[in-house]
């Protein structure tokens, strides 16, 4: 039943009519709300109410066979759910989404779940341009974690490189079994063995370069996926060089062991390099710039594994420098939904980099019909935010992360260190201290804690203001005008240039024994405080074995750190509340632990 056949009825109503008109119209602005949704592809300025979801939702459902009134199933999967309650849960999808064949090929049974799941890769696609990678031109969500998924683009990426070869080898078979004309016979069959014997090395594409990240789902989706990892080590760097020679070191890619592993094993017999932007410091995003210059250089295919980068708009400029970049390659960058959007665990997204038909081909290769769940949980979610609760939550997190940092310094570490000197604490007849390990940009950092200051984090946690320090509406057009604002000076070129991890940053535990730093590991771990790890400096002592390889220091990212450290991140969603409880219960385990 429409709208207009509601005001046929309006004589069962008494006394005022117009009652009726006016929930008619009220009706009415909700389905331009809808029809606007579907016809724009981006998401709502503000977002839905839980019933105006709940009833798009209910519409949407109506459409998959399943629902259908007059529905006769006769097949081995009719969406036919036992529990009432998991249907309810489930919104009453039960088809999942794609065919056998291909992930986003429309499902025959389920035009309501086709629909949604074509909708959602607009929505993700625009919020991925909002937080500030406006190259992204196509994406996908697929229900995996984020290390399946990036087995998934191995697979596809090896199988799309060999397809050109089968199909040489088809045509040179063709025209050998044609006998009309010798001479272009000859010609193009010269021609085409020529191209086969290069295209024949893509079947010899068996190793994947990565770039050492110390975490072991994406060690074992290169194993899942069938190919050897070579790993690439990191090294260490002075991050801030105003500061004194005696800083602490960040670790960061190694460009120069990089290209001397592409030469050794040789590009012909390289599928690709792995490399991350959202990691543990003191471990900083690898510097995806000039790796993608490499691998165009070389002509070998780069993936980015983004699994939580979406919320720092540093990484995202980066990302957009690359695909934008013709010295670069960039061949598609992975995601994960939970990480960044705040929905339960089981998705990820694959975003385009120079070639749009690869994210196609991911979808072609994917096994089987998929579960709808985890894009439902991200259509919800991504609904309810809206455009400018999205851009909100960006925000947030930003201001925190500074606020954090900050936090960390002034009421846990200076406190900490002047207890220490006050007591002169000695461990082996060296004094202890705890000191933060530089890997974000103070300066920044220091230039937005003003405004945190004079405009209490209370109303940007509470969402009573919306993005009160951007006269734009999105952070992309802030980062423009920021660059814009910019002398373009060597100086500021190079500052640019730095790469800084603004999620994740760390603690160095200096002159502290092993037993003391995961004594304090663990205390925070049983007072409910989860997230923070103690991780132990290289050693012989400290050797794993992952799949075959050995490691030194393993969740270091590196052999050789020089101490124990304890890293925490600011995350997405994050609050206010949170950092204040934990500086407080850190600096309480810092001296019960610590100062006996």
Not at 77 to 98: D, M, N, Q, T
Not at 192 to 221: A, G, M, P, W
Not at 323 to 332: E, M
Not at 538 to 559: Q, T, V
Request: net charge positive; hydrophobic share 35%; glycine share 4%.
């Amino acid at each position: 039943m429409n709208t207009d056949d509601l005001l046929e009825f309006k004589n069962l109503l008494t006394n005022n009519t117009n009652h009726l008109e006016q929930a008619v119209q009220a009706l009415k602005t909700q389905q331009k709300l809808f029809k606007t949704l579907f016809s724009q592809r981006k998401l709502p300025k503000k977002g839905f109410s839980d019933q105006q979801i709940e009833n798009l939702l209910s519409q949407l459902s109506s459409l998959d066979s399943n629902n259908h009134t007059s529905h006769i199933g006769i097949g081995e999967r009719e969406g036919r759910i036992y529990s009432p309650l998991v249907a309810k849960r489930h919104f009453y999808f039960c088809h999942g989404i794609g065919r056998s064949g291909e992930l986003i090929s429309n499902q025959p049974k389920a035009a309501g779940s086709s629909l949604i799941l074509q909708l959602l890769n607009y929505l993700v696609e625009h919020s991925l341009q909002l937080a500030g990678c406006t190259s992204v031109k196509k994406v996908i969500v697929v229900p995996m974690c984020t290390g399946m998924t990036i087995a998934l683009c191995l697979r596809t990426l090896y199988h799309s490189l060999n397809h050109t070869t089968n199909n040489l080898n088809l045509e040179k078979n063709n025209l050998q079994s044609t006998n009309n004309n010798t001479n272009l016979l000859n010609n193009n069959t010269n021609l085409i063995e020529n191209n086969t014997n290069l295209n024949t090395n893509n079947q010899n594409k068996k190793y994947v370069l990565f770039c050492r990240i110390d975490q072991l789902s994406v060690l074992k989706s290169i194993q899942v996926a069938g190919f050897i990892p070579i790993i690439v080590e990191n090294q260490l760097i002075q991050q801030q060089t105003n500061q004194t020679t005696n800083q602490l070191n960040c670790i960061t890619t190694n460009l120069t062991d990089l290209e001397q592993k592409i030469q050794k094993y040789g590009p012909e017999n390289i599928l690709c390099v792995l490399s991350t932007t959202s990691c543990f410091a003191p471990r900083l995003p690898d510097n995806i710039y000039q790796i993608s210059k490499l691998c165009k250089q070389y002509n070998i295919d780069h993936i980015i594994n983004n699994a939580y980068g979406i919320q720092d708009p540093h990484i995202m400029k980066l990302l957009n420098k690359s695909i934008n970049s013709n010295l670069c390659k960039v061949t598609c960058f992975i995601q994960s939904t939970d990480k960044n959007f705040m929905v339960p665990i089981g998705g990820a997204i694959i975003a385009n980099g120079q070639d749009l038909n690869f994210i196609e081909k991911v979808s072609k290769m994917y096994a089987g019909r998929a579960n709808m769940s985890p894009l439902l949980d991200l259509f919800i979610t991504l609904l309810s935010m809206g455009e400018e609760g999205w851009l909100n939550v960006l925000e947030r997190r930003n201001l925190l992360f500074n606020y954090f940092v900050k936090k960390i310094q002034v009421e846990v570490i200076e406190k900490f260190n002047n207890l220490v000197q006050e007591n002169n604490v000695l461990q082996n007849d060296d004094k202890i201290s705890i000191e933060l390990i530089p890997s974000m940009n103070l300066e920044s950092l220091n230039n937005n804690l003003n405004i945190i200051e004079n405009d209490t984090i209370d109303n940007i946690v509470n969402n009573n203001t919306l993005l009160n320090h951007n006269n734009n509406n999105t952070l992309q057009n802030n980062t423009l005008q920021n660059n814009n604002n910019k002398k373009n000076t060597k100086k500021n070129k190079e500052k640019n240039n730095k790469i800084y991890n603004n999620i994740s940053f760390a603690i160095a535990l200096k002159n502290i024994s092993k037993d003391k730093a995961l004594l304090l590991g663990s205390k925070l771990f049983y007072k409910s405080c989860t997230g923070p790890r103690i991780v132990l400096k290289g050693s012989n002592e400290n050797k794993k074995n992952i799949l075959g390889i050995e490691f030194n220091g393993y969740g270091s990212h590196i052999d050789n750190y020089n101490y124990h450290y304890l890293h925490m991140a600011c995350s997405i969603g994050i609050s206010k509340e949170e950092i204040d409880l934990f500086c407080e219960m850190l600096l309480k385990l810092l001296k019960e632990v610590l100062l006996k």
